[in-house]
């Protein structure tokens, strides 16, 4: 039985994926990144706090030494919290929405990716300290599906990453939104992480993106394809898919996205 993350819980994040994550836990969409507005943490679970851990973290030139992973008792489950530097102990009492401490920038992500919670869920008998294991987890809202054409004009960039402003969010703050495939929507690293997800939809065999077959679904797990994502014909990572509230526009990642504010962009994706 999967856990489900109701809205409420939701709506105090502006982004959230299942599946944009090299984790084991993401594959089958067994955890959840949720990103908060600052760089505080504000706990997306009450209950009681079992344990918090120092863990080490792959050495990355962007990232700290150290991660950090906070169990919190919730009743019927113990959630698993990482990138939170904690500020509570071991028998305090959280409740949704309390701060639990400070954003991680860990190594154990992308350049790319913005600071995040990655939350969760294990049975009482199962060890909390491992990551395998790991209940499914849903959402308690529908994500609206945005079609998108495979191209836009770069309104943002950072070192690894330039945002375009297309697909439009209709109605950003209100809901949340991501790049339609059959009527649902696409979630994960495309292609650079072996699974991505497809959330909601008509059920189907096959997922697209901007009309193109991309991967093959299993429930609402996607396998992708062995494809080169290119912007103006010139290879990059892939793109970050997610469902988000605020900006809807595709996001290309990579060291090699070599694009400009107000360049023109035209992705599309070749078979390997």
Known sequence: MAVTVPADVLARYY???????????????????????SERAPSPVAGEVLDTRRVRAPSKPYAAEHDYLILVDTGEHVARMLHVNPSVEAGETVAVGDDIGELVRAGFFAPWVPNHVHLGFRDHDANPYRAAGSLPVAVGVDVEPLPWDGTGTVVETGETWARLD????????????????????????????????????????????AGDPVGTVDGRTVAWDSVTVRANGDPVTGLALFCSRDDAGAKLVGEGVDVAVGDAVDVTVDRD
């Open 15 to 37: 982004r959230f994926s299942l599946y944009n994550s090299p984790f084991d836990a993401h594959d089958e969409g067994c955890a959840i990144d949720l990103y908060p507005e």
């Open 166 to 209: 297309s697909p439009t969010h209709p109605a950003p703050g209100e809901r949340f939104v991501g790049v339609e495939s059959a009527g649902g929507v696409l979630d994960g690293g495309f292609p650079h992480y072996e699974w991505g997800g497809l959330l909601g939809g008509a059920e189907t065999t096959r997922a697209t993106l």
